[in-house]
T-cell receptor, first 110, second 115 residues
Framework: QKEVEQNSGPLSVPEGAIASLNCTYS??????FFWYRQYSGKSPELIMF????GDKEDGRFTAQLNKASQYVSLLIRDSQPSDSATYLC??????????FGAGTQVVVTP | DARVTQTPRHKVTEMGQEVTMRCQPI?????VFWYRQTMMQGLELLAY????????DSGMPKDRFSAEMPDATLATLKIQPSEPRDSAVYFC?????????????FGPGTRLTVL
């Protein structure tokens, strides 16, 4: 059973602080990794993907991948109330199928 | 702008009725995925297609669900007969033809309620 695990939260973050989200995956054959943001009642929105070990930065978001530890993380710098959402981690196999985690709810407090 | 579209956005039906959901992938995308999302199970992959050919539908209850892609601009998911446990949000996602990293883009979803 291929699994992607995330803490469900809620993760409460003061406005302006850094939100740190973690994800682990069980399938060592996973090729690439994705972070989706999902607002309540809306569809998942792709915000970042990463496929090589190390860090990848895009604006206020940084994704980190450690394949040896089977660990993916997402940092959100200067958190804003608009960042309050559920963040879904996903791992892709070689066929392009995504396995999603249950999501971490982030609440940014003013 | 390029988006996945889904119809209907909301559907309320009675148990035993047939439900058909439609998806138009982003123009030029050649992979299409159907997901179901519930509070209890999260996002589950039901079926997916590449170049209109079904590649995997192992996540789909075969006795009542069927997925097809009659042409490159239309994917359908059908439930017959529907049951209350099918109540969920059904998402379609599509991926680019030259996707190197298997990224997928989601449509707005169809919220299905079976009474």
């Amino acid at each position: 059973q291929k699994e992607v695990e995330q803490n469900s939260g809620p993760l409460s973050v003061p406005e302006g602080a850094i939100a740190s989200l973690n994800c682990t995956y069980s399938d060592r054959g996973s090729q690439s990794f994705f972070w989706y943001r999902q607002y309540s009642g809306k569809s998942p929105e792709l915000i970042m993907f990463i496929y090589s070990n190390g860090d990848k930065e895009d604006g206020r978001f940084t994704a980190q991948l450690n394949k040896a530890s089977q660990y993916v993380s997402l940092l959100i710098r200067d958190s804003q109330p608009s960042d309050s959402a559920t963040y879904l981690c996903a791992a892709s196999d070689s066929w392009g199928k995504l396995q999603f985690g249950a999501g971490t709810q982030v609440v940014v407090t003013p | 702008d390029a988006r996945v579209t889904q119809t209907p956005r909301h559907k309320v039906t009675e148990m035993g009725q047939e439900v058909t959901m439609r998806c138009q992938p982003i123009l030029g995308h050649n992979t299409v995925f159907w997901y179901r999302q519930t509070m209890m199970q999260g996002l589950e992959l039901l079926a997916y297609f590449r170049n209109r050919a079904p590649l995997d539908d192992s996540g789909m209850p075969k006795d009542r669900f069927s997925a097809e892609m009659p042409d490159a601009t239309l994917a359908t998911l059908k439930i017959q007969p529907s049951e209350p446990r099918d109540s969920a949000v059904y998402f379609c996602a599509s991926g680019p033809r030259l996707a190197r990293y298997n990224e997928q883009f989601f449509g707005p979803g169809t919220r299905l309620t079976v009474l």
